[in-house]
């Protein structure tokens, strides 16, 4: 029977129903249809990786529809043009216009798009919790195929296990019902947008009025906060739950409606006199894109502290255009280089979120450029050369110019190469420069706030970032200067542009390796004299050494370190001495992965989970050569481990991958070492994607663990997911994915968000 036809027969029985039992109800989009699209569609249908960019999050996005273009394309050639929602059009024929088409609209005799979807997918459900069939593809490797109406029929044939929500547990009898009378009626939309309340609307007045404030030195210092804030989700003091603020250039000011300036990057010229405004994030907040940062009286009064004290002056404001976005220390320069640094060190978590969970971060040739877990430190203001001595920032910041601003696919290679000279000869001034500085020592490391220690994983084509020192102690470590975490910034959040062609990102890609090798640098001139090079052979293995030779610049191997660290093992004394001073300040003690003493849990939990704990750190931290069972992991997999007395904990498993060295785009497999990988098991959820998921009754963590550890194959490994794991297909998927959002709003409120599952596995 063609699916149009069994759409109808469908559509026509509720209709049959619904005149037996009397009128039904009116369906409300925000009351009755939005919440089955956030439980059921959101986890794949949203931000820039939506499935054919139809993002369910809103009423905006569901009217708006689908395209055939995708946003992540490493391969176009010319740039294209930005598709955000909310940003660069409004309304269905706005977005018709630049060539998204509806899925809500019947057409002729033939029920909607998203009807006919649903029926295919609802007709074909899935055993359960079984694995699903090989045909269906999943992950990032899916070519999504995003049939316009008229191609339906066509992909129903080819692929009828493919209807939505794909290869997952689908709609309950009632979702569907309720989907589908909504469809038949004409999908209408009755969301309003969200508002502040009135203390949050004095707060945004607040605000507003600082960054428009009138005068040079207001203005300038306004650009810069706009352009260090503008991928934030604000929150403020005394804020009602759920509610958060992003900054955008508007128009018009305070007290009219935004009308929104939506250059292609936060930097680019605005065209027009520029007011700074605030504006409610809309739609369901989805932690992937869930960057957060407070605001409130402190904030406004360190602010002001910072930037708004002392008697520098802005002789001329500076203009916009790719040389002011490539040198943002020459456009900033006017004002106080430690007000800068400072402002990001205060929220230095922030600033590093931005970058390494932020779009460039997103698949596997962006993320391959750093290793699986380090940690990352940060160089005490007092201690920055760029910061103490203005002789030596006037030399460094003409050699800080950034790439990409030129997208010329002809000029890459020529591109990359000078400002990879310009990089080492910014290299070979710090390196020498620094050698006439006082040896570092432990106060060479800012330690102002919990911001000051932070652990990055990455996730094979994804990362995160957590305060804290979490996991084993790593193999390499990052400390950043002023320069450089600048340079971070905005090279891969403020000048990147995920809708730019093949040459902005490769540059943006190639230059983020230049970063990583630095920031290693910098770390190493804490080591004892001597031992550098031997590090970085180790870090750079087999072709790692023709990029050493061939891009990087040599180190300072001579100069010594006032660190006293033990000559056998200095980067582990280091670490050692590192979690014991700044313990209280937030080095978390994870006992799970470093445990020292016999008692490997947390202290102060319940029983049963310090019974849980001390069994999973069996798991951790051990090689894969001696834990087979690694080789069968994914890289993020979530523990859901249940007490007999009801509490539930989630612990991150982690797979770190080892690599001779991370130092090229391509090959990455190539480069494995996988004898040499280990796992991070860690209270709490440090991923955005998780790729599996198991549910373990407290009891039974001892048999779990024991089980992992006699695996040696994918058979055996198998017989663990049937037991505890959450495929899926299981008939409760739902309830357990979306458990790990309750479990945030519990423990955490402001981070809570919507997980993504489109790199939920099929183990």
């Known amino acids: 029977m063609p699916y149009r036809f069994a759409v109808s027969s469908v559509l026509l029985l509720l209709s049959s129903l619904c005149m037996a039992q009397g009128p039904a109800p009116a369906i409300s989009y925000t009351r009755d249809i939005q919440p089955i ?41 010319k740039a294209q043009d930005p598709t955000r929602l909310f940003y660069d059009a409004s309304g269905k024929a706005a977005w018709q216009s630049r060539g998204f088409y509806s899925v809500l609209d019947a057409q002729g005799s033939q029920a909607a798009l998203m009807a006919r979807m649903l029926e295919l997918g609802h007709r074909t459900p899935l055993q359960p919790n079984a694995k699903l069939p090989s045909e269906i593809v999943l992950g990032l490797n899916r070519e999504n195929m995003c049939p316009q109406p008229a191609e339906f ?66 203005s300038l210092v306004a650009r810069w906060l706009y352009e260090h804030w503008f991928l934030a989700h604000i929150y403020f003091e005394g804020g009602e739950p759920g509610h958060f603020f992003q900054w955008v ?63 520098w002056q802005v002789n001329a404001l500076p203009g916009y255009g790719p040389a002011r976005r490539a040198n943002p220390f020459e456009t900033f320069e006017a004002i106080p280089a430690k007000a800068r640094y400072q402002f990001m060190l205060d929220n230095a978590e922030y600033f590093v979120r931005t970058f390494i969970r932020g779009p460039v971060c997103r698949g596997q040739i962006a993320t391959d450029v750093i290793r699986d877990n380090f940690w990352a430190l940060f160089q005490a203001p007092e201690h920055d050369l760029y910061i103490t001595d203005p002789a030596y920032r006037g030399q460094a910041t003409p050699l800080l110019a950034m790439p990409g601003q030129n997208d010329d696919v002809g000029s890459v290679l020529s591109l990359w190469l000078a400002y990879r000279d310009k990089r080492n000869e910014y290299e070979v001034l710090r390196r020498d420069s620094y050698a006439e500085a006082p040896a570092p020592s432990w106060s060479t490391l800012w330690a102002g706030n919990d911001n000051a220690l932070l ?70 001139r804490l080591m004892p004299a001597g031992t550098r090079e031997d590090f970085l ?50 080095a978390k003690p994870d006992p799970i992965n470093r445990c020292d003493s016999a008692y490997c849990s947390r202290p102060n939990i319940d029983p049963a989970l310090q019974d849980a704990e001390q069994a999973l750190s069996g798991l951790a931290s051990r090689p894969a050569a001696g834990l087979k069972v690694i080789e069968q992991l994914p890289e993020a997999t979530l523990l859901r481990v249940q007490t007999p007395g009801g509490k539930r904990q989630f612990y991150s498993m982690l797979r770190n991958r080892a690599h001779s060295n991370v130092a090229f785009m391509l090959g990455e497999s190539l480069r494995y070492q ?13 991923s955005s994607y998780p790729n599996f998921m198991f549910d373990i009754p407290s009891a039974e963590v001892p048999e779990f663990v024991t089980a992992m550890q006699e695996a040696r194959d994918a058979e055996s490994f198998e017989k663990i997911v049937e037991r505890w794991g959450i495929r899926r297909s299981h008939p409760q998927f739902w309830q357990y994915f979306h458990d790990q959002t309750r479990f945030l709003q519990e423990t955490d409120p402001v981070e809570a968000g919507v997980m993504d599952m489109n790199r939920y596995e099929n183990l």
């Open 37 to 77: 699209f956030t439980e059921k569609c959101v986890a794949c249908h949203a931000c820039y990786d939506s499935a054919c960019q139809l993002n369910l999050g809103s009423g905006e996005g569901a009217a708006r529809g689908a395209s055939k273009a995708p946003v992540y394309d490493g391969e176009r050639s």
């Open 674 to 686: 996988p004898g040499l990988d280990t796992l991070t098991i860690f209270p709490g959820i440090l």
């Open 537 to 586: 052979d180790d870090w750079y293995q087999n072709s790692g050494k023709f990029k050493m030779w061939l891009d990087y610049e040599s180190i300072d191997d001579s100069k010594r370190s006032a660190l006293k660290l033990d000559a056998k093992d200095p980067k582990k004394d280091f670490a050692n001495q590192l979690l014991a001073r700044y313990g209280e300040l937030n």
């Open 249 to 311: 250039r508007s128009r018009t000011p305070t007290g009219q409606p935004i009308d929104l300036i939506n250059t292609r990057r936060p930097n680019d010229d605005p065209g027009t006199q520029v007011y700074y405004r605030l504006w409610p994030v809309q739609g369901v907040i989805v932690h992937k894109t869930h960057i957060t940062y407070p605001l409130g009286a402190a904030k406004l009064a360190r602010v002001k502290t910072l930037f708004y004290s002392g008697d």
């Open 153 to 218: 029929d066509g992909y129903a044939g080819a692929h009828p296990k493919e209807g939505m929500p794909l290869a997952v547990t689908g709609l309950t009898s009632q979702q569907y019902q309720t989907l589908q009378r909504w469809l038949a009626s004409g999908a209408p939309i009755d969301e309003q947008g969200l508002a502040p309340s009135a203390r949050e609307s004095l707060q945004v007045v607040q605000w507003e009025n600082l960054l428009n404030a009138p005068g040079a030195r207001e």
């Open 455 to 524: 652990s990055i994983f990455r996730h094979f084509d994804s990362a995160s970032v957590t305060k804290g020192l979490i996991g084993e102690i790593p193999q390499t470590m990052w400390l950043f200067d002023y320069p450089l975490l600048e340079r971070t910034y905005y090279q891969l959040a403020v000048n990147f542009d995920v809708f730019g062609n093949v040459s902005h990102q490769a540059q943006t890609r190639l230059y983020f390796d230049l970063i990583r090798n630095g920031a290693e640098q910098n770390f190493l």
